[in-house]
């Protein structure tokens, strides 16, 4: 399979917004995504709130990789990797991991010292796929978050 992992640029936003979509439903959320492209858009370009790398083929993007900095006060500076998705059928074709490298990569051209992110318990296949390549996959913190919009 022929891919090429690159930055994300305003074209990709489009593509971008349909992945989000397909991991939620994937993830049985598919209602929790309120974000749009416009939105999406304003929060990459204007506020760099965020960036992204794309797998693209032939086909168009198959593949995303949604990072942003985050600090840990015992490590220091930190990237974030909030989403990385493939699309189903082009699984285990090693463009997950081509993404999760090149993020990385991105990470370190920042000063990162670390890669996080988070896996749900019962994506099993994601979990080895993360404990293959030699991630400590924590199971002792709870997440936590609160809604700020009041709803």
């Given amino acids: 399979m022929d891919y090429t992992i690159r ?3 305003a074209r990709d936003i489009s593509s971008l917004m349909a ?16 974000t749009n492209e416009a939105q999406l858009l304003e929060d990459w370009q204007v506020h760099k709130a965020f960036d992204f790398l794309v797998a693209d083929t032939a086909n ?21 990797l909030e989403d ?3 699309k189903a059928e082009l699984r285990g074709n090693g463009i997950g991991l081509a993404l999760l490298n090149a ?4 990470a370190k051209k920042t000063g990162a010292l670390r ?5 749900l318990d019962w994506n099993s296949d994601a979990v080895r ?8 996959i924590e199971r002792e913190w709870w ?7 009041g709803e």
């Fill in 7 to 9: 930055k994300g640029e």
């Fill in 19 to 34: 992945l989000i979509k397909e991991l939620a439903k994937f993830e049985k959320m598919p209602e929790q995504v309120r």
């Fill in 60 to 80: 168009g993007v198959v593949g995303i990789s949604l990072y942003y900095p985050r600090y840990s006060t015992w490590n220091g500076r930190c990237m974030y």
């Fill in 84 to 86: 990385l998705y493939v």
């Fill in 103 to 106: 993020t990385a990569e991105e």
């Fill in 115 to 119: 890669l996080d992110w988070q896996v």
């Fill in 129 to 136: 796929f993360y404990e293959r390549i030699g991630a400590h």
């Fill in 143 to 149: 997440n936590c978050k609160w809604d700020l919009r």
